[in-house]
């Protein structure tokens, strides 16, 4: 597959927990990344976790802000003439491997000096894309409501994914009533209010698991009351227990 790209710039910086770049657009691909650290990309319809061990890819035109959870070190590289990139429609999570990280930080790093040409780096590009875009690659992002009261909803639960609050609570809070937050969860995402609740939890533990956290620090984290809890609602989202999705990763990045 052919991967050529006409443009490549990279943006490095470093930001304090707690901040906010506000929602905008760019004309090219963007591939988001953390070198450290933990961002919340969230789009109209979907929140996307970026952390060491996922990326974000932006596509052009796609509005979008970012949240920093934590201080997070962030690694961007916007892409132009990418005739892939015009295949999505939405923000994308992205599972980074050991090489996919290292073809990252590589390109960064190189695309920075004033004599950097695509052109001469199509090698180190290509098998970065190559990397980005195998269907081993993509992970599961957030879906979120359009309607503003049950997004809401959605960004207390994000914001502290172990608060075992009520949907009546939570629906108090964005000012609805909780049948009216659940019939919009029905309508617009197909899944019950705690459904997607675990949803979200199950991906936030696939994050850490992909980061190497033991199971029983995510288990607590997440505010189960016990590891086989946890062990039992992650099996039924991912078809095995958290453990044995670690052993995968372990053979994957070995």
């Not at 959870?69 to 491997?97: I, P, R, W």
């Not at 000012?175 to 659940?182: D, V």
Request: glycine letters at 6%.
């Amino acid at each position: 597959m052919s991967y050529f790209v006409n443009h490549v710039a990279p943006w490095v910086n470093c930001y304090p927990a707690g901040s906010m770049i506000e929602p905008h657009s760019h004309d090219v691909l963007q591939i988001l990344y953390a070198s450290s650290g933990s961002m919340l990309v969230r789009t109209n319809g979907l929140a996307c976790i970026v952390n060491p061990g996922r990326a974000a890819l932006i596509p052009p035109g796609v509005e979008h802000q970012v949240h920093m959870n934590s201080q997070a070190d962030m690694a961007t590289l916007y892409v132009s003439g990418l005739k892939q990139a015009m295949c999505l429609d939405e923000a994308s999570s992205v599972t980074v491997s050991p090489i996919i990280k290292q073809l990252l930080l590589t390109a960064i790093a190189r695309s920075a000096s004033p004599s950097f040409s695509p052109v001469r780096s199509v090698h180190l590009l290509g098998l970065l894309f190559e990397e980005i875009y195998n269907g081993d690659s993509w992970a599961p992002s957030i879906s979120f409501p359009q309607d503003q009261r049950a997004s809401r909803v959605c960004e207390k639960v994000l914001a502290d994914p172990a608060e075992g609050n009520t949907l009546e609570s939570l629906a108090r809070q964005a000012g609805a009533s909780s049948r009216t937050i659940s019939r919009i969860f029905r309508r617009e995402l197909g899944l019950s209010f705690l459904e997607w609740r675990q949803q979200v939890q199950i991906i936030i533990a696939i994050n850490a698991l992909d980061l190497g956290q033991p199971v029983s620090k995510i288990a607590f984290e997440l505010g189960y009351s016990s590891i086989s809890a946890f062990s039992s609602a992650f099996r039924k989202q991912v078809g095995c227990p958290p453990s044995a999705y670690a052993r995968k990763g372990e053979m994957i990045t070995s």
